[in-house]
């Protein structure tokens, strides 16, 4: 496939911006593993695990391990805005991977910017919120399968993405789910072969387990912080329409009675002018008074 078959799109990755060379809209979409291959992708499903099994276990400090799981649990309760980030920097840490991230596909995903790196740790520290195309893309792949993958990623691929990154020799990509949202957490070794065997594919569904689990709860934690500050604006309204109202109510009666008095015409015609004005401020301070109720309708 020549660049020839490509449309040049602005996109952003990361906080850099790059001419990124998408497959234009009219041309066919990177499906099969000769066109993934072309792209500079290697996506192999891991429903075999021999490709895994068969390779020797690499040593494993068991007490460090559980340590590290300890910290994501504290981490889940106590901060739980950043577990994202911790979950990628114990990836790399129990793996012994050289990189780790979590993508998520976005809320206002175009073909072009569909999935968004919401956590990245190591060498690919720098790609923090990368946005990447639906096509060519290893979790594309990894997603409509929906199991575990081992893939590699050549120069080709960051070619096309017109980006300089290390590439990928070895990496194994797991998807997640959870209520309407999606995405991968991967671990890559970018000097090594096998890097990975078994275990860490097990561990990291583990991972995945609690990267779906992170993502909704920071999604419930985002709307009751929405809702307290709804709440919080609309009590702070009610407030600040009761202190207007009263003294509002009194001049208004005041203006009413000038209003109403005869022989005193400057009086009567400021009176009467400023009675629009009063009755735009009265309206202000009933939206005000209405503001609590309407927060607790919805």
Known sequence: MGASDYAKREACFGRLIFTEMCPAETGPMIKTEEELLESGLEVVDLADLSRLANRPRRERDDTAQMRGMDRLARCFVETPETILQELANA??????????????????????????????????????????????SACTVCLHRRAPQHFRVGKRFFDILGV???????GILLPWEIDEMRGTIFVIAHGRTEAFDIEDLRLMQVLASIAAAG?????????????????????????????????????TNL??????????GDERSLAVKMKDDFGRLSGVV???????RRGMAR
């Open 164 to 170: 300089e990154a290390a590439e990928v020799m070895d």
């Open 91 to 136: 990836a790399v840490a129990m793996c012994g991977a050289d990189s780790a991230g979590i993508s998520m596909e976005r809320d206002e995903r175009t073909e072009e910017l569909y999935y968004q790196w919401v956590a990245t740790a190591g060498v690919y520290t720098t790609f923090l919120d990368a946005m990447l195309p639906r096509e060519p």
């Open 255 to 264: 203006l009413f009675l000038a209003e109403q008095r005869e022989g005193v």
């Open 215 to 251: 993502i909704r709860q920071q999604r419930q934690q985002a709307r009751l912080v929405e809702q307290a500050r709804a709440t919080a604006t609309a009590t702070m309204a009610n407030e600040l329409a009761h202190q207007i109202n009263n003294p509002l109510q009194s001049l």
């Open 286 to 292: 009933k939206e005000l008074l209405e503001l609590p």
